[in-house]
């Protein structure tokens, strides 16, 4: 990876997550019940590429991305929404990096309001951080909001959501200006396609699409900056619960494993190549994850 400055990840992602992709997503974060309470969510992904928001960061050898999440319950409006607080921390091992195995290690704090129709809008802050030595890729705000449209489509939907990030410190990109970032995205879902009460196999289809609004995709050439479109993914998600197959000790665990397509834009290209990630217009890569919450 190039010692220029960098950003952040998901990607994906919402996903974050996913997801997923799987990496955080503050815009999927889904808020708990306001009874006082805490709940974590440990999740481990291995991805064979690492996007974020269309610029490669790695693309060989291994690649392990833990996440851990906290969430407070706080509490509950007279109009019936649900608000939430969280911290987490979602980290890039990467055995590939030369010198920078651990490679990104992000915090991030936020708020989650669950609304009483089943919308949800979202408001954190992100520190990406690289612990090898070259210090905060960068800082940003991010605001998003999840659309709950499962009983307009018979009861499968098509998940919409819409996120800005505000940039606020270091940069995504190669460029020397902070940006702003526009992403838009759905993961229609089929729920349970086998029938079984044992062995219940949903798939997701998320299609996400990533957008500069003010000096988001800089490739630091002066000649492309401009560039408002920065990367399409269309993936194929399955995930399953593992039930027996993990002991009762180690709580309830289920696995996921997705194909993505990504498509770049000029800009994202250029800086992907600069990064040392390749110099292709598209890629496809694998995720495998595995998540528990309690």
């Not at 974050?16 to 440990?42: F, N, R």
């Not at 998320?206 to 957008?211: A, D, Q």
């Not at 834009?265 to 495998?288: H, P, R």
């Amino acid at each position: 990876m190039s010692p220029a400055p960098r950003f952040i990840t998901r990607t994906c992602t919402p996903a974050l997550a996913a997801l997923m992709c799987l990496s955080y997503s503050p815009q999927t974060s889904q808020a708990q019940e306001a009874d006082g309470g805490v709940s974590v969510d440990i999740s481990i992904d291995f991805v064979t590429e690492y996007w974020f928001r269309g610029i490669g960061q790695e693309n060989e050898g291994l690649i392990v991305q833990p996440g851990l999440t906290l969430t407070f319950d706080l509490f509950e409006t007279s109009g019936g929404a649900v608000v939430t607080g969280y911290i987490g921390s979602w980290n890039s091992y990467q055995d590939a990096t030369a010198g920078n195995e651990w490679f990104e290690s992000d915090m991030i704090g936020g708020f989650n309001v669950a609304l009483s129709n089943g919308d949800s809008v979202d408001i954190s802050y992100i520190n990406l951080y690289n612990p090898a030595g070259n210090g905060i890729f960068a800082e940003e705000i991010d605001l998003s909001y999840s659309l709950d449209d499962s009983e307009r489509w018979g009861g499968m939907g098509l998940s919409p959501y819409i996120l800005l990030a505000v940039e606020v410190d270091g940069g995504s990109d190669a460029g020397a200006d902070q940006g702003v970032y526009l992403e838009v995205g759905i993961e229609p879902s089929l729920n349970d396609i086998l029938g079984s009460d044992t062995l219940p196999i949903d798939i997701t289809i998320p299609i996400t699409v990533g957008l500069s609004l003010d000096s988001y995709y800089e490739d630091g050439l002066g000649g492309n900056d401009s560039d408002t479109f920065g990367f399409l993914d269309i993936g194929l998600v399955t995930s399953m619960p593992l039930g027996s197959l993990v002991p009762a000790a180690l709580g309830e665990w289920d696995a996921s494993f997705g194909v993505h397509y990504i498509l770049l834009g000029d800009t994202a290209q250029n800086i992907s190549a600069a990064f040392g990630t390749g110099n292709d217009d598209s890629s496809v890569y694998a995720t495998f994850g595995l998540s528990t919450s309690f």
